[in-house]
């Protein structure tokens, strides 16, 4: 179901060459794993359209990997603390 999805999802962009493979699907839901847990919840989706808006600029996903990596690396340095 969610790569039909975002097979669609992207063709109903008009860019069905940037449909996700399983692989930056992962990425992708790491990277959002991470903002919820060492920032907030509300960190997940904003996070990950902060990825996509960085790549777009581009026009291609080539560097997904560089962006989910920093970002992740970047949530974990800024990790809220445990009390909170």
Same mark, same amino acid.
Request: net charge negative.
């Given at each position: 179901m969610l790569d039909s999805w975002l097979s669609e999802a992207a063709s109903e962009l008009g860019r069905p060459e940037l449909a996700l493979t399983a692989q930056q699907q992962d990425a992708l839901l790491d990277l959002?794993?991470?903002a919820a847990h060492a920032i907030a919840r509300p960190a997940a989706? $904003?996070?990950?359209? @902060?990825a996509g808006y960085a790549l777009g600029i581009g026009g %291609? @996903?080539?560097? $997904?990997? %560089?962006v989910v990596s920093v970002l992740s690396a970047a949530a974990e340095a800024h990790r809220r603390p445990a009390d909170e």
């Open positions: 959002a794993r991470v989706p $904003l996070t990950t359209f @902060l %291609s @996903l080539d560097g $997904l990997d %560089s």
